[in-house]
Every structure is written in structure tokens, then in C-alpha cells.
């Protein structure tokens, strides 16, 4: 008997469609097919994958008369209709887990950079200009990190951040629930005002929502230590921008580094455009082994659900 049915509309990871085609399953590529393809198609599969591209609406969750499972290689899931996929049972599932190091190992990229003003010292050299006297920087080793939000990639960092003799500090939400996990990565579970008095390098990593939307504003800046770091490569929306762009003008903050902004990408550069401004095109999952891990968890997902 044939395997299970699977309709790939978008470019994964060609990883996850091996692991698919090993279990048996038939794995149809379509990694440009339209929206009217698509509905035409999807009565014949059992699953889908999408990344974001694919629209997932009612109209097609209506045409697919045996889909079980609608997996998405990524984060978002905003592309699918989640409330007519639940009315029909179809189970959707997604890898929030995939780029979780590769924004771990992101961020210790940029607490290095504004540390050492690598971005600066290199932008110089491209030049012509021998600037060294003017590059003094400090060192990690020994400087406090303040963790907002402790889940996937709090974690990741923490212990990643631990290695290099920093002491880390973090922000947790539910404290009872998660401090066994805080203890393994080696942090210290403090209040945020605490959190933000005391580190050299605060860093987010909290979800976007209309309770952390400018979680971090003039207030909590002004609760920060003169001359510290912030860091932003959670959603642009929880940190105020102006009031950021307000404190590296004014010296309060010695720097900061973002890979995420308000509107991306963004059309004011009066923030980006900062000397002390490390900014990046929101890359933080852009690694081959997250676009790998993206495709093989979603496979792995599909699995379990059809067997
Ligand atoms: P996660 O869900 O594992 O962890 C988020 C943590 O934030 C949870 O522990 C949650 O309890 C906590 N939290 C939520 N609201 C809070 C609040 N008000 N105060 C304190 N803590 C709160 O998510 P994750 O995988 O660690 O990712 C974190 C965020 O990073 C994602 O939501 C996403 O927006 C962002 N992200 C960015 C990139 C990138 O390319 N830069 C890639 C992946 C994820």
C-alpha cells in the first residue's frame, strides 16, 4: 500500500523531504505552485508543508478533503487560517525550535561586536583608515548579561554566555516553573528592575505580544546602567525605538545591536544610521543548519501525527 500523501508548496530543506521519502511517505515538490494550483491539488494529500509564501485559507483547507496535518517549516503562522484548520480537524504544526541556536549564537556575535566595535573597526579598514587608537574596548569576561525571557533561546544563550565567564542574570516569568532550567544554564532568576540595574548587556527574548509590545521603553532604559548595551533580536515591537535612539544620542546607553525592527525594513534610518548602532536584516534564523533543522522537525512532526 502507497504511503501517506504529502504536498511540499514552498522550498524546505532537502533533509526533511528525505526523512519524509525514508518512512515511505510520497513527497510531491510544488515549490512554486499558485494559489488556485494549490486548491485544485490539496483534495489528493494527506499533508502539507508550507514556509510562508503558501497562503493556507479556508477555501483550501475546505479542498482538502483528507488532510490530516498542515506543517509549517518555520516560526509564524500567520499564513494559515489556524480556526478553519481546528473546525476540521486538522492538526497544524510548526519548528519554533529550529533557530533557536542560531539566535543564541547570533547574539554573543553581537555583544562582541559592540564590545570590540568590530562593525567600526572593520568599516574604517574598507576605508583606508588606520583608527586604532580609537578603538578600546572592553572585555566579556566577568560583565553581567540580563536575559528578558528565559524560554528556547534565553536558555541557549545563557549557557553559551556562561562559557565565556559572563554572569548571567535573567528575567523569568513563571520563576517556580522554569528554575531548574535556570540553574542548569547557570543563571541567576532576578525582577526585571533588578535585571536592569545591574547588567552591562540586557538582551530580549520574549515573544511579541500586546503585554511585551515596548516592554522596554524610556522607563525601563532609564532603570539600565549608565554606558550598558541593549540588544534586540526577539521582534522589533518590544522596544521602544525612539526612546532607544533617544538614550545611544543622549550617552546613556554606550551601544546597541538589532537584528529586528518596528517596520522591516525600515524606512527611518534615524536609528540604524547611529555610529553606536550594530544593526543587521533581521538574520538571526538564517543559518543553514536552522533551514536545515526547520525542514527535519517538521518532517519528524508530520510523522508522529500520521504514522
Ligand atoms: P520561547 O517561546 O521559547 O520563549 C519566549 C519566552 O518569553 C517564554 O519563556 C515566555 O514565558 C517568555 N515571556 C513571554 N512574555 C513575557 C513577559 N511579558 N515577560 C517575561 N517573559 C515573557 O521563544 P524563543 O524560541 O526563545 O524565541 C523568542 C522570540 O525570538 C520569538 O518569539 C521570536 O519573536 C524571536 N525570534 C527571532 C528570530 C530572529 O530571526 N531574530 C528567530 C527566532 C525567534
Known sequence: MDGPRVLVCDPIHDEGVK??????????????????????????FDAIVVRS?????????????????????????????????????????????APSNAVAELVLGLMLSLARRI??????????????????????????LGIIGFGRIGYQLAKKAGALEMRVLTYV???????????????????????????????????????TKHMIGTEEISAMKDGAYLINAARGGVIDEEALRKALVSGKLAGAALDVYEEEPPRDISLTGLQNVVSLPHIGAATIEAKRASSTVVAEKLIKILG
Do not use: C
Open 173 to 211: 516569568r513563571e520563576r517556580e516553573k522554569f528554575i531548574e532550567f535556570v540553574e542548569e544554564a547557570g543563571a541567576d532568576a532576578v525582577d526585571l528592575d533588578e535585571l536592569l540595574g545591574s547588567s552591562d548587556f540586557v538582551t530580549i527574548h520574549v515573544p511579541l505580544l500586546p503585554q
Open 119 to 144: 562593525p567600526e573597526a572593520d568599516d574604517s579598514m574598507k576605508k583606508g583608515k588606520w583608527i586604532k587608537k580609537r578603538l578600546t574596548g572592553i572585555e566579556l569576561k566577568g560583565k553581567t
Open 19 to 44: 526523512i519524509l521519502r525514508e518512512a515511505g511517505y510520497i513527497v510531491d515538490l510544488r515549490t512554486s505552485i499558485t494559489a488556485n494550483e494549490f486548491v485544485d491539488a490539496v483534495g489528493d
Open 53 to 97: 509564501r503558501t497562503k493556507v485559507t479556508e477555501q483550501a483547507l475546505e479542498a482538502g478533503k483528507r488532510l490530516k496535518a498542515v506543517a509549517r517549516a518555520g516560526v509564524g503562522l500567520d499564513n494559515i487560517d489556524l480556526n478553519a484548520a481546528k473546525q476540521r480537524g486538522i492538526i497544524v504544526v510548526n519548528s519554533p525550535e
